[in-house]
């Protein structure tokens, strides 16, 4: 079945500064690429998602890559914001059946 | 567009109880998910249904949980008996186009 793994499990940036979490896949059929943000105690936000016939998207401060062939995906958090904080969870899809990583906590220092 | 819903939100009960959980969709999702949640790792997949049919089960540990969606909308999950290692936010999701998932506000178990 799929894995996917998230890198880094912690990321510290500054207010104002970019931040990258990368993940991989194990199983080249998956088509679907959902980033999820969940705050303490509330339910996983879809916050941008990517399809595999496309390679980049974005919207707004937040963008997200898709390099199929070395099978990763990675978000972009441009300008960060105190309010960015939080744990932000990778995935991947194959036919509705959606593998999450272990996510990453993002901290925001102002 | 009313979100997914769930209840109770929170439950603590003793090991060897049992438990259940609802979960109402977003209107019109043939998709419905429930999810496993342990503090500090991502949501794990237990049971996906399709309508009121079974669609992936692999991951849902049969011997003590259980789910049934019987109209094809609401879903209810079961554990009997709960052990300690059930401590865990459970959550539903549903979805109608490919893919795009939804989560409801989880029902977060104490096991002790």
């Known amino acids: 079945g799929e894995n996917v793994e998230q890198h880094p499990s912690t990321l510290s940036v500054q207010e104002g500064d970019s931040a990258v979490i990368k993940c991989t896949y194990s199983?080249?059929?998956?088509?679907?690429f959902p980033w999820y943000k969940q705050e303490l105690g509330k339910r996983p936000q879809l916050i941008i998602d990517?399809?595999?016939?496309?390679g980049e998207k974005k919207d707004q401060r937040i963008a997200v890559t898709l390099n199929k062939t070395a099978k990763h995906f990675s978000l972009h958090i441009t300008e960060t914001q105190p309010e960015d904080s939080a744990v932000y969870f990778c995935?991947?899809?194959?036919?509705?059946?959606?593998?999450f990583g272990a996510g990453t906590r993002l901290t925001v220092k102002p | 567009e009313a979100g997914v819903a769930q209840s109770p939100r929170y439950k603590i009960i003793e090991k060897r109880q049992s438990v259940a959980f609802w979960c109402n969709p977003i209107?019109?999702?043939?998709?419905l998910y429930w999810y496993q949640q342990i503090l500090g790792q991502g949501p794990k997949l237990l049971i996906q249904?399709?309508?009121?049919?079974?669609?992936?089960d692999s991951q849902l540990p049969k011997d003590r949980f259980s789910a049934e969606r019987l109209k094809g909308v609401d879903s209810t999950l079961k554990i009997q008996p709960a052990k300690l290692e059930d401590s865990a936010v459970y959550l539903c999701?549903?979805?109608?186009?490919?893919?795009?998932?939804?989560f409801g506000p989880g029902t977060r178990l104490t096991v002790t």
């Open positions: 999701a549903s979805s109608s186009l490919v893919n795009e998932q939804y």
């Open positions: 199983d080249s059929a998956s088509n679907y």
């Open positions: 990517i399809r595999s016939n496309v």
């Open positions: 995935a991947a899809t194959y036919n509705n059946d959606m593998r």
């Open positions: 209107s019109g999702h043939a998709t």
């Open positions: 249904f399709q309508n009121n049919g079974v669609v992936d």
